[in-house]
Structures are given as structure tokens and as C-alpha cells.
């Protein structure tokens, strides 16, 4: 009853479209045009993604912290390693760029050589007081040579800060207002301001400026994935189109391909602007994924209609066919490829919810817009013509064809013997995986900015903050001694680390006051003693200036303290290491009974997020392999058959995990992917073939081997057709700038090229080898959905 209701459903779809035709385009339009109105909602991620829940317990902390503190990744630093800097000339341009930053009004404070001022004791009034190292401007050598001793061997409160003693080089630290950080405004400053002066301050003074700090890496990063989005979209286009080109050879078809993918594209941008959600890197992925994922819908559409005319030359019923035999098929692909993206929608993150809805949403519309432009348009164009149907005829397809009849035939043990031995091989490659959880491992290594990280790696030992918070407990508890004492051992833990740069904080201020009270002697510079901390502490009390260089490692009740370092471009391995060292000196030095010290920042919330997605891996995986088999049950109604349907489906996901072992290709947020995407997709191939196999079956009164052969000739041509053109489709993404990019575009081209090669070889091979336990009526029952209707004429051979 169901399989009539079917076929009746594709056959009234058939004529509503076709009867309908002007009024389908004109709502077609309509929509476009609406969902074109809703690309003003399109806006570009200002801030990092954050791949953990809301409720997260990392993130419950981190945003503890910025309730607090506020605002931590707000500080953009320049750098100069240019013995030339220390001549009276080029220090004063320095410092007068540095000047000229302060007057905009998204810059909060600017710090250069010249804002830094000695703390001095004031005897008279009992009190500390500020006084500059540059009063006005640098007028001679002599006050260069002065400032050089006093900065890099008296005053070790700046050291590693804006200056590093070892190398000479210089730096200046623009802190940027905390309420513009995440909004575009910071991106106007930063290409609008920041750039274009620097620019003409290197060339004035013939100096290299180096630029970084999260605002800018930030900045620039997107501006990278805005820049990309054209470039694949186009690569896509015109990648397709050539593979299209070559395989029907003809104008007519690749042009209305590309009229239906590009209009699949402006409603995909169109629903990411409806939704109100940002472009990520994985949301830009999508545009130029609807084109690679359209364009095998065209193919499987337009060469049936092809076929048809070419049948029986009838090109209205040839359109009708199209809909009702190619309508469900196609459906049905593109359910079990949505499902694959749809996984992600289950998973607690936020970055990756979105990606999941938004390919979901645009593959299922991808779907309706074949369905409906290409059997129209074709209704007004002229009947095709003896050489727009010359490549049904390539003979160089039924040599491959033929290849893969042979091997089935003749080399069963062969394919299972390559097919076990890649798993043993695999398997050994997944053990050698690991696990990345970089900020910035990701980001185009051509670019300046990233070049200008690794030099303050080098040079001041990284620009990724992690912060540690100190509760007390108590209100004005940090200024007590013993709390400083606490905080200092775990200072003197970091300063070891040598991924980790020299930690800043309430103790150093503590310490340059207790030198400033000994006249700026820099053996002074240690924490005082319990008689010298009432003395020293009196005079900080009548000091509005320390005062406010204490607001930026203090909240204002004095309850909680901040230790701020910066971390470099480390794995998660390493990361995991030294979050283990400082929480059991923390558990060691500071009492739960009276403290609170938790261990935060960006860069840590990025790892955890890598982790907890690696870990939610399998689960989405699945939830995917779950969901396309009862896909599978629906359709076919048989258990053995699943297990069939799955195998040459797994395989190729685990070559490509061994491959990625073997090669070095980390698990992170970008190659997560994979796995998902590229299960949902191939698995299409295999209802095609099952399903064609089927039909074989009751038309060649279950005959199995028969019903095998037929079947991988009738779909292996329109197979190797989809997946070369998904295989150079996915290709295109390896001219991302973006390592993740590179590697997800390489390693989901490979997996499907595996995957044709195991629903072509091995699937056929198990079909045949275990015939006497699937081939009879009661295991292949008649499906709950019948995917490709049987032919009602003599033309079910062709």
C-alpha cells in the first residue's frame, strides 16, 4: 500500500511541476529575492570560537573571571628588534606613534617607553610618587645610553613586558576599550587606523614593525575567512563545472547546473542571515559544500533525462520520468548526506549547532531546487541533439565498467585480502594520532601576523593569555602577606615553565614597591619582610598612583588577584602537562579552606574545547552511523542488509584515520569533521546500488549474481560520475590558506575516493559471497520506500 502511495506521491509531484512550471519559477524568485533581503543579518565572528557548552564548567570560570576583571584578550602589542631604535631620531618616532594612538576613542591605554615611570619614595610626604624615565623627548645619545641602563638593569619590574634585556628588543602594548573587543568597531581600528600608520611609520624610519596580540591575530584571521569564502565558492564553481563539462560535453547543461548551484548558494547565505548567525571558518565552508554536494544532483537528474530521450524520444514523458524515478532516489541521498551534518546539531556546541542546521537546512535545499529547476527549464529548451547524448556512449566508462566487473568476478579474494589488510594497517595508524587543541595552529602560516607570533614566541614567549585567579575569601585579603607569599611561589613555578612567559601581577607591583622604598636599589626587588611590609604598606596607601597600577591586578574589594603569563603555540599534550604542574602547586601552597585559585584564559578554554569535542566525536559519528541505518531498516527492512551497507562504509573512514596518523594530521575542531561529513555522503552510493540491486532481483526472478553484475553496470557509471566530481570538489579547499581547511578538504576528497572504490568492489563481492543468506524474499522483503520505482516497459535493462 505504501510502496503505491509512493509511486502515486512522485507521479502527482511529477505533474504539479510540470503543469505549474511559471508559477514555480516566479516563487522560486520570490523566495531568492527574500532570502537575498536577509543578507544584511550577515555578520563575521568578532570573537574566538568557543567550542564548549554554555554551562561548561570551564566556561562558567572563564566568564567568572571576566565578570571580575573584565575583558582579558584587549591588548594589541608592537615590536621593534632594530639596534637603530636607540638613535635620537627613530626613539622619538617611536614614542611619538605610540603618543598618537591615545587620542582615539576606542583605545582605553597605551603603553611605551615613553609612559614608563619609576616608582619613587617621597620621604616628606611618606608616600610613593610616579616620575617618568622621559620627561619630554630624547635629545641626545647620552640620555638614550641612561635610559638603556636604567630599563634593562635597574628597573626588572618592566623586564619581559615592554622590553626584553637579553635581545634589546622594544615594545608598546595599546590596550584597546573592553567594550569594542568583540564588535566590529575593533576591526575598523585595526585596518583602518592601526595598519595604515604603522605602514607609513616603517616606511619613514626604515624599521620592521611587528604587530600582534589577540584583537589583531583575531582581526586579520577573519578578515582571512571572509577573503575565502569568494575563493572557494568561485574554485567550486569553476572546478564542477570543467568535471561536469567533461563528462556531458555540453554548454547547455553545465550552464543550467551552475544557474541551480549558485541559486542553492544565495539561499544558504540567505538562511545564515535569516537565523541571525555569525560566519565562522566552518559556517564559510558551507556556500562552496552546497556547490560540490548540488552538482551530483544535477548529474543524476539530467543524465536520466538524457537516457529517456535517448530511449524513446518523448521528451515530456522523459521529464516525468525524471521526477518520478530519479525524484525518490535523490531524496533519499540527500537525507542520509543532510543527516550526516545534522549529527552536529546534537552536540552542546554552539559553533558547531549552527554548522549542523545550516548545511542541513541548505542540502535539503539544494535538493528541491534540482527537483524543480532542471525538469523546467528543460521543458523550454529544444530537444537535445545527437551530440549532447554522444557521452552516453564513452567507451573508456564501460572499459571501467568492465574493470570492475572482472574484479568482482574473478578477484573476490584479492579485494578481501586488500580490504583486511588496509584495516591492520589503519588500525596501527589511528593508535599514532593526536590530539591538537592550538589557537592558532590553524591560521595561514604565509601570512605576516603569523609570522609576527612566532616572533613574540621567541622573543617575550608567546601573546595567548592564561590566567590565574586567587579568591582570598575575604575582602582586602590579597594585600595580606602571607597571601603574597602564596602567590609568589606560584609565580616562581611559571617563571620556570618554559613554554610560559614571565607572570605579572599585585606581587610584582609589591616587589617595585619595596625597591622603590630602598631608593630604586634593584636588589630591593623581592617581597618584604612582616616589618618592612606596615612601613612599606603605609606608603603605598597615601600613593593614588600605585593605586591605579594596582587596579589592573586587583578587583576593586581587594578580594580577588589575577596572575597573568602568556602562553606559546603549545599542543595539547604539553598544555595537559602544565595545567597539571601548576594545579598541584596550587593544591599544595594555597588551603581550600582559604582560597579559591582557579586557572583560565582563552587559550586554555580553546584546549578544553578541542578536548571535549574529541570526545564527543564518536557519539556524533554515532548518532550518524545510527541514523542512516534506520535509514537503511526503513528502506530495506533488512538487518543482514544494513551490516552489508555499513561495512564498505566504515572502511573507508578508518583508512582515513590511519592516514592521518601516519601523516602527522592532528585531531582538532576542523578535522572532526571528516568523519561525519564524509559518512553521510558516501553512504549514498550505497543505497543506489542496494536499491538498483533490488529492482535486478525481482526482474531477474532472484538471480543474485545476475542482479550483481546488472546493478554495478546500471549504477557504477553515475557512481564514478558523483564521486570524481566530489572528489575535486572537496579538493578545492586545499588552496585554504587555513591549515584545518587544507586538511579537511584533502582528508574528505580521499575518504570518498576510498568509499567508490569499496561500494564498487566490496560491496558487490559481499552481495555475492553471502547470496544464500540474503538473496530470498524473506530477508529482502519489499521495502517500506521504494527508491527507484520498477520500469512498466521494456526499458528496465537500459
Given at each position: 500500500m505504501f510502496k503505491l502511495f509512493t509511486t502515486g506521491f512522485w507521479e502527482v509531484?511529477?505533474?504539479?511541476?510540470?503543469?505549474?512550471?511559471?508559477?514555480?519559477?516566479?516563487?522560486?524568485?520570490?523566495?531568492?529575492?527574500?532570502?537575498?533581503?536577509?543578507?544584511?543579518?550577515?555578520?563575521?565572528?568578532?570573537?574566538?570560537?568557543?567550542?564548549?557548552?554554555?554551562?561548561?564548567?570551564?566556561?562558567?570560570?572563564?566568564?567568572?573571571?571576566?565578570?571580575?576583571?573584565?575583558?582579558?584578550?584587549?591588548?594589541?602589542?608592537?615590536g621593534v628588534k632594530d639596534s637603530s631604535l636607540f638613535t635620537v631620531e627613530k626613539l622619538n618616532a617611536w614614542n611619538r606613534l605610540s603618543e598618537d594612538f591615545k587620542s582615539y576613542d576606542e583605545v582605553d591605554a597605551v603603553l611605551s617607553i615613553k609612559d614608563l615611570q619609576k616608582l619613587v619614595k617621597n620621604t616628606d610626604k611618606?608616600?610613593?610618587?610616579?616620575?617618568?624615565?622621559?620627561?619630554?623627548?630624547?635629545?641626545?645619545?647620552?640620555?638614550?645610553?641612561?635610559?638603556?641602563?636604567?630599563?634593562?638593569?635597574?628597573?626588572?619590574?618592566?623586564?619581559?613586558?615592554?622590553?626584553?634585556?637579553?635581545?634589546?628588543?622594544?615594545?608598546?602594548?595599546?590596550?584597546?576599550k573592553k567594550d569594542i573587543v568583540n564588535t566590529s568597531a575593533r576591526k575598523d581600528f585595526i585596518i583602518d587606523v592601526l595598519e595604515k600608520k604603522i605602514e607609513a611609520f616603517e616606511n619613514a624610519n626604515n624599521l620592521d614593525v611587528r604587530v600582534s596580540g589577540m584583537p589583531y591575530i583575531r582581526t586579520l584571521n577573519a578578515q582571512n575567512i571572509?577573503?575565502?569564502?569568494?575563493?572557494?565558492?568561485?574554485?567550486?564553481?569553476?572546478?564542477?563545472?570543467?568535471?561536469?563539462?567533461?563528462?556531458?560535453?555540453?554548454?547547455?547543461?553545465?550552464?543550467?547546473?551552475?544557474?541551480?548551484?549558485?541559486?542553492?548558494?544565495?539561499?544558504?547565505?540567505?538562511?545564515?542571515?535569516?537565523?541571525?548567525?555569525?560566519?565562522?571558518?566552518?559556517?564559510?565552508?558551507?556556500?562552496?559544500?552546497?556547490?560540490?554536494?548540488?552538482?551530483?544532483?544535477?548529474?543524476?537528474?539530467?543524465?536520466?533525462?538524457?537516457?529517456?530521450v535517448k530511449s524513446h524520444g518523448n521528451k515530456v514523458k522523459s521529464l516525468q520520468r525524471v521526477v518520478t524515478k530519479i525524484g525518490n532516489a535523490t531524496l533519499m541521498t540527500n537525507v542520509t548526506t543532510a543527516s550526516g551534518f545534522a549529527t552536529f546539531m546534537l552536540t552542546e556546541s554552539t559553533l558547531l549547532k549552527e554548522f549542523g542546521v545550516v548545511a542541513s537546512l541548505s542540502i535539503l535545499a539544494i535538493f528541491m531546487l534540482c527537483l524543480l529547476i532542471i525538469p523546467i527549464i528543460y521543458s523550454f529548451m529544444p530537444f537535445p541533439k545527437d551530440r549532447h547524448l554522444e557521452h552516453l556512449n564513452k567507451r573508456w566508462i564501460g572499459g571501467f565498467v568492465n574493470w570492475m566487473e572482472r574484479m568482482v568476478k574473478e578477484r573476490k579474494i584479492t579485494i578481501y585480502f586488500s580490504a583486511v589488510i588496509l584495516l591492520i594497517v589503519s588500525m596501527i595508524g589511528i593508535f599514532q594520532i593526536k590530539v591538537s587543541g592550538s589557537l592558532i595552529e590553524d591560521m595561514p602560516k604565509n601570512q605576516e601576523f603569523f609570522q609576527d607570533i612566532r616572533f613574540f614566541e621567541s622573543e617575550f614567549n608567546g601573546i595567548m593569555p592564561l590566567e590565574i585567579m586567587v579568591d582570598t575569601k575575604r575582602k582586602k585579603g590579597v594585600m595580606k602577606l602571607s597571601a603574597l607569599k602564596r602567590m609568589n611561589e606560584l609565580e616562581e613555578l611559571i617563571d620556570e615553565i618554559p613554554e610560559l612567559s614571565r607572570p605579572v601581577s599585585v606581587v610584582s607591583l609589591v616587589k617595585y614597591s619595596k625597591q622603590a622604598y630602598y631608593n630604586g636599589n634593584p636588589k630591593y626587588y623581592q617581597l618584604p619582610t612582616s616589618q618592612e611590609n606596615s612601613f612599606i604598606l603605609s606608603y603605598a596607601k597615601n600613593s593614588s598612583s600605585e593605586a591605579n597600577l594596582l587596579k589592573s591586578f586587583v578587583d576593586s574589594t581587594g578580594q580577588y588577584a589575577r596572575i597573568t603569563t602568556f602562553m606559546k603555540d603549545i599542543g595539547t599534550d604539553k598544555m595537559e602537562r602544565i595545567e597539571e604542574d601548576l594545579q598541584a602547586k596550587i593544591d599544595k601552597v594555597f588551603p581550600k579552606e582559604n582560597y579559591n585559585v582557579t586557572i583560565t584564559g582563552k587559550a586554555l578554554v580553546f584546549q578544553k574545547g578541542t578536548t571535549y569535542l574529541v570526545k564527543n566525536l564518536a557519539i556524533s559519528l554515532s548518532l550518524a552511523i545510527f541514523l542512516i541505518s534506520l535509514f537503511m531498516a526503513y528502506m530495506f527492512r533488512s538487518f543482514r542488509m544494513i551490516l552489508i551497507s555499513l561495512i564498505p562504509n566504515l572502511l573507508p573512514l578508518l583508512i582515513t584515520a590511519g592516514l592521518m596518523g601516519y601523516l602527522g594530521v592532528p585531531i582538532k575542531p576542523s578535522t572532526i569533521l571528516v568523519f561525519s561529513i564524509a559518512f553521510g555522503i558516501s553512504v549514498d552510493d550505497t543505497i543506489h546500488f542496494l536499491a538498483k540491486y533490488r529492482q535486478e532481483l525481482q526482474a531477474n526472478h532472484w538471480k543474485i549474481r545476475k542482479s550483481v553484475y546488472a546493478a554495478l553496470r546500471e549504477t557504477g557509471v553515475s557512481m564514478f560520475y558523483t564521486s570524481i566530481v566530489l572528489f575535486f570538489g572537496f579538493s578545492v579547499f586545499t588552496i585554504s590558506s587555513f591549515g584545518g581547511t587544507v586538511a579537511l578538504g584533502a582528508l574528505v576528497s580521499a575518504t570518498l575516493l576510498f568509499a567508490m572504490l569499496s561500494n564498487l568492489l566490496l560491496l558487490p563481492s559481499l552481495l555475492l559471497s553471502l547470496e544464500r543468506s540474503i538473496a530470498n524474499k524473506e530477508v529482502l522483503k519489499e521495502p517500506s520506500i521504494n527508491i527507484i520505482p520498477e520500469e512498466d516497459d521494456e526499458n528496465l535493462k537500459d
Open positions: 509531484i511529477a505533474r504539479l511541476i510540470l503543469r505549474n512550471r511559471i508559477a514555480i519559477l516566479i516563487t522560486i524568485g520570490l523566495i531568492t529575492v527574500a532570502l537575498g533581503s536577509q543578507w544584511k543579518n550577515m555578520r563575521f565572528t568578532y570573537t574566538e570560537a568557543n567550542l564548549l557548552p554554555d554551562d561548561h564548567e570551564v566556561n562558567v570560570t572563564y566568564n567568572e573571571f571576566l565578570k571580575i576583571f573584565g575583558e582579558e584578550g584587549n591588548l594589541i602589542v608592537l611618606q608616600k610613593f610618587e610616579l616620575e617618568p624615565f622621559i620627561k619630554d623627548s630624547i635629545e641626545s645619545l647620552d640620555q638614550i645610553t641612561i635610559l638603556e641602563k636604567e630599563l634593562f638593569e635597574q628597573y626588572p619590574f618592566y623586564d619581559n613586558f615592554l622590553f626584553n634585556k637579553n635581545t634589546k628588543t622594544v615594545r608598546t602594548a595599546i590596550y584597546l571572509v577573503d575565502e569564502i569568494g575563493l572557494f565558492v568561485g574554485a567550486a564553481l569553476l572546478v564542477t563545472s570543467l568535471i561536469f563539462f567533461f563528462f556531458f560535453r555540453s554548454f547547455r547543461a553545465t550552464f543550467i547546473s551552475l544557474i541551480v548551484v549558485s541559486i542553492g548558494v544565495m539561499w544558504t547565505l540567505g538562511i545564515i542571515g535569516f537565523l541571525n548567525y555569525e560566519i565562522t571558518v566552518l559556517t564559510a565552508l558551507i556556500p562552496p559544500l552546497i556547490i560540490v554536494i548540488g552538482i551530483p544532483n544535477c548529474i543524476f537528474l539530467i543524465n536520466k533525462y538524457q537516457n529517456e
